[in-house]
C-alpha cells in the first residue's frame, strides 16, 4: 500500500468553479499535511501547511485534514486560468522527517 | 531571501557517466533534503542531511550519494547513470516539516 494515494485523474473546470482535490495516507503517525502547486518544468510552490487535522483557509484556499478517515483535502474558490497547475499533497511524521507525496493531481481552469 | 537555489537548471549525460548537483538552502534552514521526480508522478525521497550527517535515506542504490558542507548547502552525486535516472531533481530545505523547494535539476541521460 502507498503511503499516499492520490487519483492523478486531470481535472478540467471552467474560471470561477471551485476544485476539489484530496488524497488519503496510511500512515496514522503523519501529523504534518501540506499542499504543493507545481507548475510545468517547474519546483513544487508550498500552497498550504497544517499540523493535525483541522481547517485552514488562506484566500481562496482552504485545506482540511480528517485524521481520523486518514483524508486530506484541498479546495479552491473562483478557481483563475492561472490556477491551472499540478496540485501535489505531501506528508511527513513528527520531527524533520521525510514528505510523502502523492502523484499529483493536474488541474486545467478554462477561460 | 533568495530561497532554494539549485544548480544546473538541466544536464544532459550519458549513460554510464558520473553527474553532480549542487544545492543551498534557504536562509536559516539546516536540513536538505533530495527528491527524484520522474515524469507524471510525485516526487520521491532520496535522502535527508542534518549537520552534514545523512539523517534518512529513501529507496534509492548507492549509486546514489550526497554531502552536505558546513554552510549547510548541499550535493547530490549519481555515479554511474541509468536511463532510467533521467527525472528532475529537486533539493528542499526546510526547518521542522515545512519544505520549500527549489527550481530542480533536470536530468537527462542519454
Known amino acids: 500500500q502507498k503511503e499516499v494515494e492520490q487519483d492523478p485523474g486531470p481535472l478540467s473546470v471552467p474560471e470561477g468553479a471551485i476544485v476539489s482535490l484530496n488524497c488519503t495516507y496510511s500512515n496514522s503517525a503523519f501529523q504534518y499535511f501540506m499542499w504543493y502547486r507545481q507548475y510545468s518544468r517547474k519546483g513544487p510552490e508550498l500552497l498550504m501547511y497544517t499540523y493535525s487535522s483541522g481547517n485552514k483557509e488562506d484566500g481562496r484556499f482552504t485545506a482540511q485534514v480528517d485524521k481520523s478517515s486518514k483524508y486530506i483535502s484541498l479546495f479552491i474558490r473562483d478557481s483563475q486560468p492561472s490556477d491551472s497547475a499540478t496540485y501535489l499533497c505531501a506528508t511527513a511524521g513528527e520531527g524533520n522527517n521525510r514528505l510523502a507525496f502523492g502523484k499529483g493531481n493536474q488541474v486545467v481552469v478554462i477561460p | 531571501d533568495a530561497g532554494v537555489t539549485q544548480s544546473p537548471t538541466h544536464l544532459i549525460k550519458t549513460r554510464g557517466q558520473q553527474v553532480t548537483l549542487r544545492c543551498s538552502p534557504k536562509?536559516?534552514?539546516?536540513?536538505v533534503s533530495w527528491y527524484q521526480q520522474a515524469l507524471g508522478q510525485g516526487p520521491q525521497f532520496i535522502f535527508q542531511y542534518y549537520e552534514e550527517e545523512e539523517r534518512q535515506r529513501g529507496n534509492f542504490p548507492d549509486r546514489f550519494s550526497g554531502h552536505q558542507f558546513p554552510n549547510y548547502s548541499s550535493e547530490l552525486n549519481v555515479n554511474a547513470l541509468l536511463l532510467g535516472d533521467s527525472a528532475l531533481y529537486l533539493c528542499a530545505s526546510s526547518s521542522v516539516a515545512e519544505a520549500f523547494f527549489g527550481q530542480g535539476t533536470r536530468l537527462t541521460v542519454v
Open positions: 536562509s536559516g534552514h539546516d536540513t
